[in-house]
């Protein structure tokens, strides 16, 4: 009988195929315990670099989001008497100037680039978890391959004494041909599962190399074993734990709170910006510096553009996340309840075939 792999996760060694059955790790073996793995798949795999590396790049957003503008220096020659008589200008004229916006859109620049600040630390945050789980389940199924190796490892010894004692009662005259003949077939079928086994314990191993950063074909001795784990929360109460801390979820909502400040700046396309320059005429009849403060604002008569423009795609963007945000929290209780549901169901098989 095959057990379900789910099952064989969680059973615990018998006591004649233990942890040492598979004998003395290979000396160029890579001897991992599971958090150990963990560990190497945190500090070794690209994943939470490139997060990391996106986290950086939105604090780099947000310094340039809420940075003054830099000053303009202009230099003209004006009142040439003919095209391009650069020489007999009767102005030489250098102003620098500087356009500040309007106050309150720095604030709601900051309220954007750090809701995307926040979103991006969320998500690394997520690389991260997802890592672990990933690497933890890879570990498992080391685990696993090894334990059905092991399996089919006492299979073919059995297999092999049977085909041995057959042969022996057919020379004998007590077994005929056909038990010789399927005694070959169990054998022959044992040694199929063998090899089987083994492909499976390769692929687990250079599945567990790419998670923990390591090239692959290095072997890997499992140095954890299989056991049952203690019983399982209330699934309300593990419901409530993810719904609160998921990072998605986390994510989403500072992502809403950036759609909301950026729908109110697209509000304040109206908003004037101040200006102040000085400005000094360098020519043979030239004055000194003179100075200037005003402030520079769009006239709205086409109002409707905006509004149908800019607001309105700021306005849809918070609907959509909004909507995004529900079917998430949906989609998050449904995928805790879906895996509790397999999760128990594995833990009492296990507890059943021990």
Known sequence: ???????????????????????????????????????????????????????????????????????????????????????????????????????????LRNIIASADVHSAEFGFTGVQQQLAAQTSRSYDT???????????????????????????????GTAAKLDVLKAQVALAQADNGLIGADRDVVTAMNALDRLIGQPLGIPIAARDSLAVPPPLPDVALVEEAALGARPELASLASQQIGARASTSLAREFWAPDFTIAAQRDYGPDGSGAVFS?????????????????????????????????RDLRAQVSQDVRATHAAADAALRQALFIR
């Open 1 to 107: 009988m095959k057990y379900p792999t789910a099952a064989l996760v969680v059973v615990a060694h018998a006591a004649a195929l233990g942890a040492q059955a598979s004998g003395t790790p290979r000396r160029d073996s890579l001897v991992l315990t599971r958090g150990a793995a963990i560990e190497a798949a945190l500090a070794n795999n690209p994943q939470p670099d490139i997060a990391r590396e996106q986290t950086a790049q939105a604090r780099a957003r947000r310094v340039q989001a809420i940075a003054i503008p830099d000053p303009s220096l202009t230099a003209s020659l004006d009142g040439q008497p003919g095209f391009l008589q650069l020489g007999n200008a009767r102005q030489r004229n250098v102003a620098l100037g500087l356009a500040v916006p309007f106050p309150d859109k720095f604030r």
């Open 142 to 172: 080391l685990l696993v391959a090894n334990r059905h190796r092991e399996i089919f490892l006492t299979n073919r010894v059995l297999a092999t004494d049977f085909l041995a004692k057959t042969q022996a009662r057919f020379q004998g």
């Open 293 to 325: 403060a005003g402030i520079a604002l769009p006239l709205p008569l086409f109002y409707w553009q905006h509004a149908k423009g800019e607001i309105a795609q700021d306005q849809h963007r918070e609907r959509e996340l909004s909507a995004t945000y």
